[in-house]
């Protein structure tokens, strides 16, 4: 199936917005096993669009077209459409109902607008759109496929999903995909690749895994296609159960779960609280732990010890300690660890000290030295890392590194 | 002039990457008086690459090309262009030259790959790429001009900004257009509008402003038009203060400097140390605060109190005020930034309490009450924010209100 992408849009033209759509719905058809020919972007007027239409039907079986169905804008698409098809328009009394038990639901009045809505290009199928006022629409010529869908990003992702996506995998006899994400952190993207080998070499070509990391994260998404969803889903459920039995202490969560809420629902489940001494993070980690409502339950709070006196005074770290091995040091943040835990009186605590960078850096402890520490009332545990030169995303990877280290203390230490 | 942006690669078709040249390339154009006839994405083959530009050349009198040009995907842009317009390659030393001398520069050694990569489509006018290996090049043909750029976004914003833009106003005797970006904090877009109509209503055709408002923050980018650049300037820099002085408490600086360096410039400035105590925000104040080097010069670090015996424990907050006043409020906030300024012995502290939501709010006091104190060894400031329900959008808005009321505090009480 050879699929075009037309968006219409002045804003996308003028560089107001990036066109999201199409690169969503660029992913979605190529992951589903269409090729797409090209995708193209027209302004809101008749002829630019009438230009574009031409163009894609010259490359593909079917285009898909996104924008310009709302009612602000004189709905330019579906009058050119009917024109392109010589379609008369009629109103379509259902469209409108679904308009107007919208706005009822809004408690809001509908306007002349919202009827204009309701009048369809005859021939054309109209695909029921849940999200909003605008319906698709579904045209056949010979032998080509012309959708047109509003261009309002979670609208059409409904219709692409719910409505055009079904239709046009059946028609072109294409299996669907069935996706589920591994969401896993501690290792890199090639560790991962190397300790699940001997059960990835052994997929069938009809199993397709996408690595995608993100600063000491990665995500492992895993499509099956085939016609019978029964099936496919039972052979994406094994193959998910293999991966993680393969590398249980990575796999943290499925399906896009962040890892702070992961950490939240285990801290909460194990009832147990937490508090933070953050350095050089700044904050980070604690913003990120509080990011997700109901973080009160577990997050008693933190002390920001940016200079060395506030380590001291408000954190008990020991001058001596500082003076000898010096604010970045694994005595210094064990110290400061179990000095937020005293204060702070929670069950868990967590500290990190390190040089963020881009400057800051010795011989012996250059930019991008971070040490960790985890205690509890028996046990404290360190960590070190040593990263790059950029600031934020140093930032950023101790943070997700610091939550996962959580995650591992919590199940070691916590789980039933 | 009509131009057309022609973007070349599979990556931008499979969705695996956003097309931001694109929308970079529209906003850069459209600024600059050029209308934009389309963006189209073509995939990294011949026949697509020639149908995409054939479809160009008929609706525009330029066409922009990026992608397709580095040393792994063999070339095939230029191959490509080459073919089209029938002509021969030759060795193009001083490319050689240029990718020889960044390598050296690099300390690595160049490639065969690299020396394919100087062979240049005779005709073509060599636009010399500071930024990377492969150069640009500029065609014409029947009174179109074509001009192809690598796809890698520095490289090609460096093409356009010094070779490709200034070549075509002057062909097509476009006047340049100045920008300057005016940043503001404080107020909404429309008071501001409101703030400097009898500025603004004054303005010649020649001059543009845009208004970039987010969450508490608005960036006014003011440009003119004009072909003798040294009036242009002139009358740029007249506006600029008019607006300026319209507002004075409004505008904290120029140019897209964040409010967090602003205010680091001027606590260093003045030589004034800061501490803060955070509870809604969770940390993600001081994060903005530490987010770049140098801040340890005035930030002190903080206390994340999330629950109210940490409120009373480490920040002094009386029992009676906590059960009499709660922890929303102006009493609370008070002493929370009266007790981290004794805690840490900043010069300054600020303290936030509130609601983020979406859940958790009274009939009093509803999802998205904040209170903030600000205060010194003298004198306490407090103020009160009412925002939506979003969690995330609340923490936001609030770590801007927090930095611009703190910029507004240091000016007042201790500017020189």
């Known amino acids: 199936m050879k699929v075009h992408i037309l968006t219409i849009g002045d804003e996308i033209l003028i560089g107001q917005i990036i066109n999201t759509n199409a690169a969503w719905m660029g992913e979605y058809m190529t992951t589903r096993g269409a090729q797409i020919t090209g995708i193209t972007t027209v302004a809101d007027q008749k002829k630019s669009i009438l230009a574009g239409l031409e163009y894609a039907l010259s490359l593909a079986d079917v285009v898909l077209i996104s924008g310009g169905l709302g009612p602000t804008k004189d709905d330019i698409t579906k009058k050119t459409l009917a024109d392109y098809f010589g379609a ?172 702070e809420q992961k950490l939240m629902e285990l801290m909460i489940d194990a009832k147990i609280s937490l508090s933070t001494a953050e350095s050089c993070t700044g904050g980070y980690l604690s913003h990120r732990l509080t990011s997700f409502s109901g973080s009160s339950a577990f997050f008693k709070g933190g002390i920001i010890a940016y200079s060395n006196d506030i380590k001291h005074k408000e954190l008990k770290v020991s001058e001596k300690t500082l003076k000898n091995h010096g604010a970045v040091s694994e005595e210094t943040v064990k110290e400061m660890a179990k000095g937020v835990l005293a204060a702070f009186g929670s069950d868990l605590s967590i500290s990190i000290s390190g040089i963020a960078g881009p400057t800051g850096g010795t011989k012996e402890k250059p930019v991008g030295t971070i040490w960790l520490a985890i205690c509890n009332e028996n046990l404290t545990e360190t960590y070190k890392l040593q990263l790059g030169k950029d600031r934020l995303k140093n930032i950023e990877y101790t943070g997700n590194y610091a939550l996962n280290a959580l995650r591992r203390f919590v199940l070691m230490n916590y789980s039933k």
């Open 88 to 259: 008369e328009m009629y109103f379509h009394q259902e469209t409108y109902d679904s308009i107007l038990s919208l706005f009822a639901r809004f408690g809001k009045p509908s306007t002349e607008a919202h009827k204009e809505q309701a009048f369809m290009p005859k021939g054309a199928e109209i695909l029921k759109n849940k999200k909003g006022t605008a319906p698709g629409m579904w045209f056949e010529k010979d032998e080509k496929i012309i959708v047109s869908m509003p261009g309002v990003p979670y609208e059409m992702k409904y219709l692409m999903e719910y409505e055009v996506g079904t239709k046009l995998f059946e028609r072109f006899s294409i299996s669907p995909t069935i996706y589920r994400t591994i969401m896993t952190a501690g290792e890199g993207e090639s560790r991962i690749a190397d300790k699940i080998s001997n059960i990835t070499d052994k997929f069938p070509s009809h199993f397709k895994l996408a690595f995608l990391p993100n600063l000491g994260t990665v995500r492992l998404r895993l499509g099956v296609e085939g016609k019978d969803a029964i099936k496919s889903k039972e052979e994406l459920k094994i193959a998910v159960s293999e991966i993680t039995e393969a590398i249980p202490e990575l796999v943290y969560a499925y399906d896009e779960m962040k890892l």
